[in-house]
T-cell receptor, first 114, second 114 residues
Framework: AQSVTQLDSHVSVSEGTPVLLRCNYSSSYSPSLFWYVQHPNKGLQLLLKYTSAATLVKGINGFEAEFKKSETSFHLTKPSAHMSDAAEYFCVVSESGTASKLTFGTGTRLQVTL | DAGVTQSPTHLIKTRGQQVTLRCSPKSGHDTVSWYQQALGQGPQFIFQYYEEEERQRGNFPDRFSGHQFPNYSSELNVNALLLGDSALYLC?????????????FGPGTRLTVL
């Protein structure tokens, strides 16, 4: 069975400061890991994905995440937050191979203040 | 290139009724997955269709059923609606049911059950 735990339900940062959204995963097999973002009244958009290649993954809009197998973590970071980053972020796990069911975390709401 | 489209956008039903939601996948995609997102929660996997067959199913009762057509479009049917079925229903498409492949999400259908 696979599962994801997002350690913070809400994170608030000032514009221009770093962002850290934390995620731990559990998977019986070699997992694929994703971060998706959901802006209000908009669909889910893929930020980045890890599929057993490089452990440091770069995504869109300056986001990146590092896969740490020993810690079963896949934290999302960005050096400098922008007002447009305010949204709901989901950490997602999928087992590799033909089992492509996505298991979502409960989400972290990112608030960016001036 | 059209992305994933869903219809209708919003729907209001009463308890006990039946509903059908529709999804057209992104061009070139042959796999469709359905997710239910309750308010304030992460999406939960309902089922996935590939080659017109249900390939995987999440923990949803038999009241939830689906279909995939030869053109890869899909329908989600829910019978005997309950108040708890009120949610945003998301459709996602991908190229083959592989855990490595990104799933592209549609904007969703907001279902309200009164």
């Amino acid at each position: 069975a696979q599962s994801v735990t997002q350690l913070d339900s809400h994170v608030s940062v000032s514009e221009g400061t770093p962002v850290l959204l934390r995620c731990n995963y559990s998977s019986s097999y070699s997992p694929s890991l994703f971060w998706y973002v959901q802006h209000p009244n908009k669909g889910l958009q893929l930020l980045l994905k890890y599929t057993s290649a490089a452990t440091l993954v770069k995504g869109i809009n300056g986001f990146e995440a590092e896969f740490k197998k020993s810690e079963t973590s896949f934290h999302l970071t960005k050096p400098s937050a922008h007002m447009s980053d305010a949204a709901e972020y989901f950490c997602v796990v999928s087992e590799s191979g033909t089992a492509s069911k996505l298991t979502f975390g409960t989400g972290t709401r990112l608030q960016v203040t001036l | 290139d059209a992305g994933v489209t869903q219809s209708p956008t919003h729907l209001i039903k009463t308890r006990g009724q039946q509903v059908t939601l529709r999804c057209s996948p992104k061009s070139g995609h042959d796999t469709v997955s359905w997710y239910q997102q309750a308010l304030g929660q992460g999406p939960q996997f309902i089922f996935q269709y590939y080659e017109e067959e249900e390939r995987q199913r999440g923990n949803f009762p038999d009241r939830f059923s689906g279909h995939q057509f030869p053109n890869y479009s899909s329908e989600l049917n829910v019978n005997a609606l309950l108040l708890g079925d009120s949610a945003l229903y998301l459709c996602a498409s991908s190229l083959e049911p592989s855990g490595y492949n990104e799933q592209f999400f549609g904007p969703g259908t907001r279902l309200t059950v009164l």
